[in-house]
């Protein structure tokens, strides 16, 4: 099973609501990551964690907070967001940190901020 | 610092000729090297990897990329394009500090014309 699962597929939020995206892997990947994508753009790296631990934020909104509660789960908590913030979301998993791994990436959810 | 470029923004070609989408990294050491392919709203698939065994790399769905250390290159192949290889395609490197991180080209969209 190579498959990161990513839900819900789509998302549409008001800026005064709190949504949650959900990602999971059963690969025993240990590194797991949020990206955001913009139409026409490659994704950029929001969040990284590292036996579930965070290890990398890329300076991201305090409106954005990840959790990861096991080995295998990976949430992105959303609250007060902005329409600016309407993009793709990526989840990806890889078995550790080296460089030589290879990201394995879930079909991502269309979030929509109204 | 690694960096990647995508010489072309677009390519289009007809179904049945090759295909070519040419990278340029910058690495101060020997890099890992990807392209990955995504398709509109879905997440992200790899194509091939390259990290420093053979520089002729082979990938799913026919392409093949080579790795030439003295052009800094690592362009993308396929003999005979095909209708569904029409989608976004990214050149990656991953981060020298194995910090979980990559760098992704600005992408090139293929057009397979009929």
């Known amino acids: 099973d190579t498959e990161v699962t990513q839900t819900p597929k789509h998302l549409v939020m008001g800026m005064t609501n709190k949504k949650s995206l959900k990602c999971e892997q059963h690969?025993?990947?240990?590194?797991m990551y949020w990206y955001k994508q913009k139409a026409k753009k490659p994704p950029e790296l929001m969040f990284v964690?590292?036996?579930?631990?965070?290890?990398i934020n890329e300076s991201v909104p305090s409106r954005f907070s990840p959790e990861c509660p096991n080995s295998s789960l990976l949430n992105l908590h959303l609250h007060a967001l902005q329409p600016e913030d309407s993009a793709l979301y990526l989840c990806?998993?890889?078995?550790?940190?080296?460089?030589?791994?290879?990201?394995?990436f879930g079909q991502g959810t269309r979030l929509t901020v109204v | 610092a690694q960096s990647v470029t995508q010489l072309d923004s677009h390519v289009s070609v007809s179904e049945g000729t090759p295909v070519l989408l040419r990278c340029n990294y910058s690495?101060?050491?020997?890099?890992?090297l990807f392209w990955y392919v995504q398709h509109p709203n879905k997440g992200l698939q790899l194509l091939l990897k390259?990290?420093?065994?053979?520089?002729l790399v082979k990938g799913i769905n026919g392409f093949e990329a080579e790795f030439k250390k003295s052009e800094t290159s690592f362009h993308l192949t396929k003999p005979s394009a095909h209708m569904s290889d029409a989608a976004e395609y990214f050149c990656?490197?991953?981060?020298?500090?194995?910090?979980?991180?990559?760098?992704f080209g600005q992408g090139t969209t293929l057009q397979v014309k009929p």
């Open positions: 990806a998993s890889s078995q550790d940190l080296l460089g030589t791994r290879i990201a394995f």
């Open positions: 690969m025993g990947h240990r590194a």
């Open positions: 964690y590292s036996y579930e631990k965070l290890s």
């Open positions: 690495s101060s050491y020997s890099p890992s």
């Open positions: 390259y990290t420093s065994a053979a520089t």
């Open positions: 990656v490197v991953s981060d020298a500090s194995n910090t979980g991180k990559l760098i």
